[in-house]
C-alpha cells in the first residue's frame, strides 16, 4: 500500500512558477515509477509526466516540455513537479500517482494522491 499527499499547489500570475510536492509513505516508493497527471473542470485527466523508479528517465507530455520538470528523491520518498512558466490552460487539479508498470494512461496507476488546485490567472 502506498499513499500519495500533494502540496505545493496555489494562485499564481501568468509566466509564473510553482513547485508541487507528493510525499510517499512505505518503504516501498523506490519499487514504483511516479506520474503527474491533471484534470481540469469539465475535462477528463489527463498525463503530465512521468519518472521511472530511479529518477534516470523522465517523460513529459508535449504541451509542458521545456517548461516543466519531474523529480524524484528516493531517500525522502516524494517527487517533485517544477513548473515554470506557468499558462493560463495548466489551470487544473493536479495529482501524483505511483504505479509498477505503467506509463501515461491513468487506468495503469494503482495509487493517487488527493489533488492540489493550480490555478493560473491571465
Do not use: H
Request: charged share 20%; net charge positive; hydrophobic share 30%.
Amino acid at each position: 500500500q502506498v499513499q500519495l499527499v500533494e502540496s505545493g499547489g496555489g494562485l499564481v500570475q501568468t509566466g509564473g512558477s510553482l513547485r508541487l510536492s507528493c510525499a510517499a509513505s512505505g518503504r516501498t516508493f523506490s519499487s514504483y515509477a511516479m506520474g503527474w497527471f491533471r484534470q481540469a473542470p469539465g475535462k477528463e485527466r489527463e498525463f503530465v509526466a512521468r519518472i521511472n523508479r530511479s529518477g534516470g528517465s523522465t517523460y513529459y507530455t508535449d504541451s509542458v516540455k521545456g517548461r516543466f520538470t519531474i523529480a524524484r528523491d528516493n531517500a525522502k520518498n516524494t517527487v517533485y513537479l517544477q513548473m515554470n512558466s506557468l499558462k493560463p490552460e495548466d489551470t487544473a487539479v493536479y495529482y501524483c500517482a505511483a504505479s509498477r508498470y505503467g506509463f501515461q494512461l491513468p487506468r495503469e496507476y494503482e495509487y493517487w494522491g488527493q489533488g492540489t488546485q493550480v490555478t493560473v490567472s491571465s
